[in-house]
């Protein structure tokens, strides 16, 4: 599935931080005097940090230490407008109750917590760990944070999957040609489709709208070959190398880019998915590969989902 940057609507993830302590380690002053050379991040530096690798994102609240039970307050009185939790240091049953999504960083050398790894398991909950000092190489820091943000884009993406709607461009069923296998079906195929289907619209709010084939080849053939010649143009200039292809074949994936971004505007969808073209069951052995639209959705996606689903390019 590809999801095209700005073509959904602008509503950002509100992600809340939660510090529950200073983050300062047992016997912080001490350690200032003995191992100056080493620094003890605060927490509005390491709110900083995380906030430059997620750009896009909203962060409601500051770094300040806040208290178990305001916390769990405060984020109960805005639960209808946040879409995940930051939260530093162990999180209490009270938090996790709250029923957000939610990424844990524990703070290793900051005291002496004996939560076990597997606390979370069955709640919504990813971890991540942060020591208080920080790491003499700054690279090894950077992919600490780095690690952080990736949680939070897992949440990033739960949000905007919501209220989603996807054109599915198929001749087959809307699941696809290439699943569900018979393997995964229990009953039949149409009630498997059927539960699949229930179960994302009630999940996330996610609706599917499907399109034939033919409707996405007729738009591309009537398409302005200009812009398509300038994103194919784009698309070599930026290129490390062009092989097992030629220009002519990427000017016909620019203009099958430029239809499907004319079907989602056309359907008001703010993703699209397609069948594997040149599959010979489908007939479309002519058809250009989905593979350099897809990479361009994906570029400048606002979901870092890449490529997924059933037989889905």
């Known amino acids: 599935m590809a999801v ?23 016997g912080f002053e001490a350690y200032r005097n003995y191992h100056p050379d080493v620094k003890v991040m605060e ?73 076990p790894f597997h606390a979370y398991k069955e709640n919504r909950v990813v971890t991540s760990y942060l020591p208080a000092h920080c790491d003499k190489d700054p690279n090894v820091y950077s992919l600490r944070i780095a690690d952080i943000a990736g949680k939070i884009k897992l949440i990033d993406t739960i949000s905007r999957m919501k209220a989603l709607s996807v054109l599915v461009v198929t001749d087959k069923p809307i699941l696809g040609y290439f699943e569900p296998m018979d393997l995964q079906i229990e009953t039949s195929r149409e009630e498997y489709e059927e539960v699949y289907l229930r179960n994302l619209r009630e999940t996330f709010g996610t609706e599917f709208i499907t399109v034939p084939q033919k409707e996405l080849f007729e738009t591309m053939k009537a398409a302005d070959e200009e812009p398509a010649k300038q994103v194919a143009q784009k698309w070599i200039e930026e290129a490390i190398a062009l092989r097992g292809t030629n220009e002519a074949e990427v000017l016909k994936s620019a203009k099958l880019y430029l239809a499907m971004k004319e079907l989602m505007e056309r359907y008001s969808c703010g993703a699209i998915t397609t069948e594997g073209f040149g599959w010979p069951p489908l007939g479309y052995d002519a058809a250009p590969s989905a593979g350099l639209p897809i990479s361009q959705f994906c570029t400048g996606a606002m979901l870092s989902t890449g490529i997924m689903g059933h037989g889905i390019q």
């Open 4 to 26: 095209e940057k700005g073509v959904r609507t602008n509503k950002k993830t509100r992600m809340y931080p939660i510090f529950l302590s200073s983050g300062h380690p047992v």
């Open 43 to 115: 927490n509005q530096e390491i709110l900083e940090r995380v906030k430059d690798e997620c750009k896009g994102l909203e962060f409601v609240g500051g770094a300040e230490p806040v208290k178990v039970e305001e916390a769990v307050s405060s984020v109960r009185a805005q639960k209808g407008n946040l879409d995940g939790l930051l939260v530093f240091g162990p999180p209490p049953d009270e938090l996790m109750s709250v029923g957000l999504p939610m990424v844990a960083v524990e703070r290793p050398l900051e005291g002496c917590t004996t939560v």
